[in-house]
């Protein structure tokens, strides 16, 4: 059946079918335009675990995903696929965090794993092997790219991106990434780990195509964050929410600000989007929470301002979702956040969305 077939054969009033990709959509990944980089990898988590789970958990949500959404009501027409990817990625997440978690508690302990030769053994194979995973995320990417797709990413912990930027920094010379999350995610090989999931912002500052970093919703960062962020000369520049919620206390409205944010964006721009930038009760399972945030609204709102303002979007990725073990909210959440922020990207690379739904208040 021809694309046009199968869109007049299919009810998006009913579930999404249970056999069918991501959404619960009809199409093949040849039909759709969209096509999502699952990345089940947590090897480096030092608090909470959970996120390699995060890329099933928004699959198996995604079905109750109602399609007609209100500002994008055919996205769906459009095709959003789940690749498939290497067996390999979960199987060596699995067994090189069983590896890193004695390296963690040694340094909990005080020990200094250069001391401990067994340990710092592993600790070489972990960099090793994170370092691989990013290069096959980098060519399963352009793989896609190269046939014309826009392809996002669906982590995982919050180092699963770096691949996808790299991918990203071999098509545009010159972006940034509007990053949203409760972490600066700056620090250097945090707990000796080169490709930690809080590392993932410094690493994306050596990619010299990444010309700058905005953080919105920070609440949570160390010394040497601060120093790397300093030392960049305005390459990066952070939104605290402190910052942020003082002045929505003084009379700045939520609008004002996304402007601010936006203006400060280079033409081109990745979104990262960590879960845990929002408001725990979104997400509370997810790896390492911190009081405060903002809201799922909060940041639709900012990717809608973003997508018609005239920057170009060129990509996304959506992190640290980590299900519950007797709920399935936070997939409920990444399903939804997931499908807004595609149809985000569709809508500002000038694909046929749809009119926003408006109804009668009368």
């Known amino acids: 059946m021809t694309k046009q077939e199968i869109i007049d054969n299919f009810d998006p009033s009913q579930p999404g079918l249970a056999d069918a990709t991501v959404f619960g959509l009809p199409f ?102 994170c370092r691989d995973l990013h290069t096959q995320v980098k060519e399963t990417v352009l793989h896609w790219i190269n046939q014309g797709k826009k392809v996002v990413l669906l982590g995982g912990d919050h180092s699963t991106p770096l691949g996808y930027y790299e991918a990203l920094a071999t098509k545009h010379d010159n972006f ?73 206390f003084e009379g700045k409205t939520w609008a004002q600000q996304c402007e601010d944010i936006i203006a400060t964006l280079p033409q081109k721009v990745c979104v990262s989007f960590d879960i845990d930038g929002m408001y725990s009760w979104y997400c509370p399972n997810t790896g390492t929470p911190v009081p405060g945030g903002f809201s799922f609204e909060q940041a639709t709102y900012l990717f809608n301002k973003l997508a018609e303002s005239g920057k170009e979007i060129i990509g996304f990725d959506l992190v640290e979702v980590a299900p519950g073990e007797n709920d399935d909210w936070d997939g409920n959440v990444g399903a939804r956040m997931l499908f807004h922020m595609c149809g985000v990207l569709a809508k500002n690379n000038g694909m046929n969305v749809g009119n926003r739904a408006e109804f009668l208040r009368k």
């Open 28 to 129: 093949s990944a040849e039909q759709s335009e969209i096509i999502i980089i699952p990345v089940p990898w947590e090897v480096t988590v030092s608090y909470g675990a959970g996120a390699s789970e995060g890329p099933n958990a928004v699959l198996d949500a995604s079905f109750q995903v109602d399609l007609n959404h209100q500002d994008f009501p055919e996205l769906w027409k459009l095709g959003m696929y789940l690749a498939e990817i290497p067996e390999s990625w979960k199987i060596n997440s699995d067994k090189y965090k069983a590896l890193a978690q004695p390296i963690i508690e040694a340094l909990e302990d005080g020990q200094n794993v250069a001391d401990i030769p067994a340990l710092q053994t592993d600790l070489d194979k972990i960099n090793i092997v």
């Open 176 to 248: 940034g990434i509007l990053h949203l999350d409760a972490h600066m995610d700056l620090r250097i090989a945090y707990e000796g780990f080169t490709y930690s999931h809080a590392s993932i912002m410094y690493n994306a500052l050596q990619i010299p195509q990444i010309s700058k970093i905005v953080q919105v919703g920070i609440r949570d960062f160390c010394e040497q964050e601060v120093a790397v962020v300093n030392s960049q000369k305005g390459r990066v520049l952070v939104h605290t929410d402190t910052d942020l919620k003082k002045e929505t």
